[in-house]
């Protein structure tokens, strides 16, 4: 899908790039600095804030699986579990796309994987659902969950 894109902020000196969705995982420069974009790295260090009119682009053409993150801003549970999945983010670099999806700006997507509570963790392979899971997990037992589906 030609022109769509994702914001990538440059590491070297904070510039907003646009990062074709058709690029992800392939390196670039930012059009700021010139520096290395490392689009594999962009999604491998933080969750990546996936708007619904994306989902299903990312979701399906990723070349790894990737864990959604049906949230809420209201959500206490859901804030404590952000830095479990950044770490897990960072644990698993190149091997799993960490996506959050806000169940408020993204309603359609929520209700077509029935979200009923959040936090709620989908993984996808294919944009294809293997994996649920409900609450706030604890780092170790979400990593033991996720790298049974990992190649």
Do not use: Y
Request: proline share 9%; with cysteine.
């Amino acid at each position: 899908m030609p022109g769509r894109s994702l914001l990538s902020t440059c590491p070297a000196c904070g510039a907003k790039n646009r990062l074709p969705l058709e690029k992800v995982g392939q390196a670039g420069k930012c059009g700021r600095c010139g520096g290395a974009l490392e689009t594999r790295s962009f999604f491998a260090r933080d969750p990546v804030e996936l708007p619904e009119r994306h989902f299903d682009l990312v979701t399906r053409l990723s070349p790894r699986p990737v864990l959604v993150d049906f949230w809420a801003a209201w959500c206490a549970p859901c804030q404590q579990l952000a830095p479990v999945l950044s770490q897990l983010a960072q644990d698993l670099d190149g091997r799993l796309l960490v996506a959050k999806v806000d169940t408020e700006q993204a309603p359609t997507v929520a209700g077509r994987f029935q979200v009923q509570a959040v936090p709620t963790l989908v993984l996808l392979r294919s944009g294809i659902e293997v994996d649920r899971m409900t609450g706030a997990l604890p780092l170790p037992a979400l990593r033991q969950r996720v790298e049974r589906f990992l190649t």
